[in-house]
């Protein structure tokens, strides 16, 4: 498995501002992902974060919007944008590990936008 | 119609009764399985990962897989008060990297001392 942190733990921003956040992992990985998680629905893929490239981001989700960095190997950071109350959700970060290739998850940002 | 349909809860049941846990797909394509369990305010960890159809057995949890009719179970034996969470099914059509999961809603389970 994997052990990975995300910061911030939680924030609350105001309309129309952005916020960055960072995920770290313990060891070298290829593939980062960021997911969304709103109340009631399911963890939606934002983008797919592969170090040395471009993101790729899924249906309805735009770089302006979701600008994502790659430094390296172990960090990846995810930028919410010009934000609105839409916004408020959780963020995790995940990364594929093990002899399968399965994904292991951050501990979440959880976003409120007023 | 979702590709992927969990059962919505919540669900509430007493300490050391078994807890059966499902999700319907419709995406045939679909052949790796896995169930993940969120504790509150905690990211989702990795619960069981399977291949195909078939049973597979950790411990307390059994996932279960019957391909034929698009349905995968969790069961949880002697269920726990440390076993409330949300349970989130996903799956995927391929494995190896960089495999895209498609996920349930998630159900939240609350195991009563």
């Known amino acids: 498995s994997a052990v990975i942190s995300q910061k911030p733990s939680r924030d609350i921003c105001q309309r129309g501002t952005s916020l960055t956040i960072q995920c770290q992992v313990d060891s070298q990985v290829t593939m980062m992902f960021w997911y969304r998680q709103q109340p009631g629905q399911s963890l939606t893929l934002i983008a797919t974060a592969n170090q040395g490239s471009e993101a790729t981001y899924e249906s309805g989700f735009v770089i302006d919007k979701f600008p994502i960095s790659r430094p390296n190997l172990t960090f990846s950071t995810l930028t919410v944008s010009n934000m609105s109350p839409e916004d408020s959700s959780i963020y995790l970060c995940s990364v594929e590990a093990g002899p399968f290739y399965e994904q292991y998850f951050g501990p979440g940002t959880r976003l409120t936008v007023t | ?113």
Request: net charge positive; proline share 5%.
């Open chain 2, 1 to 113: 119609q979702k590709e992927v349909e969990q059962d919505p809860g919540p669900l509430s049941v007493p300490e050391g009764a078994i807890v059966s846990l499902n999700c319907t797909y419709s995406n045939s394509a679909f052949q790796y399985f896995m169930w993940y369990r969120q504790y509150s305010r905690k990211g989702p960890e990795l619960l069981m990962y399977t291949y195909s159809s078939g049973n597979k057995e950790d411990g307390r949890f059994t996932a279960q897989v019957d391909k034929s009719s698009k349905y995968i179970s969790l069961f949880i034996r002697d269920s726990q008060p440390s076993d409330s969470a949300t349970y989130l099914c996903a799956m995927s059509a391929r494995g190896g990297a960089n495999s895209k999961l498609t996920f349930g809603k998630g159900i939240t389970l609350s195991v009563r001392p």
